[in-house]
């Protein structure tokens, strides 16, 4: 009887491990969304983000977010806007991009066997965008968003690296969808067009 409970136990033991180790080749999904642009009418766009590079932080994954969402925000810029005339001047001042850790908790999973760490992070991006027309028209427009997301150190690189991008790119798209709403209802239609 004690055999049989054994051998139970051994096959349940390697079905447990023969399925977490598994690697799933699952293809993703490429989502082709396309990105309204908007045509500045305006001979130059200026990014100021010097202000952002930060090495001091210690956190290895705080660096890894800030670094990636600097990156993906460049090429949402570069994507979302367009430069159409000869005469105005266009300016984005990022005032804040980055991740905040806001709490490490220690779980543990069936008490004695399994201990892990969970990190929650926010992620802030906060940037204003001004068009200046010669001496008499110039507009502000103020962008604000942030996220809340946590990562397990027991989780693999893979997934992490999946869960940041994700992420990030979530921000971006509450970003472009505020950005094309606040275009469409303030007072910068005589300087661009969304297309």
């Given at each position: 009887?004690?055999?049989?409970?054994?051998?139970?136990?051994?096959?349940?033991?390697?079905?447990?491990?023969?399925n977490?180790?598994?690697?799933?080749?699952?293809?993703?999904?490429i989502?082709?969304?396309?990105?309204?642009?908007?045509?500045?009418?305006?001979?130059?766009?200026?990014?100021?983000?010097?202000?952002?590079?930060d090495?001091?932080?210690?956190?290895?994954?705080?660096r890894k977010?800030?670094?990636?969402?600097?990156?993906e925000?460049?090429?949402?810029?570069?994507?979302?806007?367009?430069?159409?005339?000869?005469?105005?001047?266009?300016?984005?001042?990022?005032?804040?991009?980055?991740?905040?850790?806001?709490?490490?908790?220690?779980?543990?999973?069936?008490?004695?066997?399994?201990?892990?760490?969970?990190?929650?992070f926010?992620?802030?991006?906060?940037f204003?965008?001004?068009i200046?027309?010669?001496?008499?028209?110039?507009?502000k427009?103020?962008?604000?968003?942030?996220?809340?997301?946590?990562?397990?150190?027991?989780?693999?690189?893979?997934?992490?690296?999946?869960?940041?991008?994700?992420?990030?790119k979530?921000?971006?798209?509450?970003?472009?969808?505020?950005?094309?709403?606040e275009?469409?209802?303030?007072?910068?239609?005589?300087?661009?067009?969304?297309?």
């Amino acid at each position: 009887m004690i055999y049989i409970r054994v051998r139970i136990f051994i096959f349940f033991i390697l079905a447990l491990f023969s399925n977490g180790c598994s690697y799933n080749y699952e293809k993703e999904l490429i989502e082709n969304n396309k990105i309204p642009n908007i045509t500045i009418s305006a001979k130059s766009l200026t990014v100021n983000k010097d202000s952002l590079i930060d090495t001091s932080n210690s956190n290895d994954n705080i660096r890894k977010i800030n670094t990636k969402l600097i990156d993906e925000f460049e090429v949402w810029l570069y994507e979302k806007f367009s430069l159409s005339g000869n005469e105005n001047e266009a300016s984005i001042k990022v005032q804040l991009a980055g991740a905040n850790l806001i709490q490490t908790k220690n779980k543990t999973l069936l008490k004695p066997f399994l201990l892990y760490k969970e990190e929650v992070f926010e992620i802030n991006l906060n940037f204003y965008l001004m068009i200046e027309k010669k001496a008499y028209f110039k507009n502000k427009l103020q962008i604000n968003s942030s996220l809340t997301f946590s990562l397990h150190d027991n989780m693999s690189l893979f997934k992490r690296e999946k869960l940041i991008n994700a992420t990030i790119k979530k921000l971006i798209k509450e970003i472009d969808y505020k950005m094309n709403k606040e275009l469409r209802s303030t007072s910068f239609n005589q300087v661009i067009k969304i297309n």
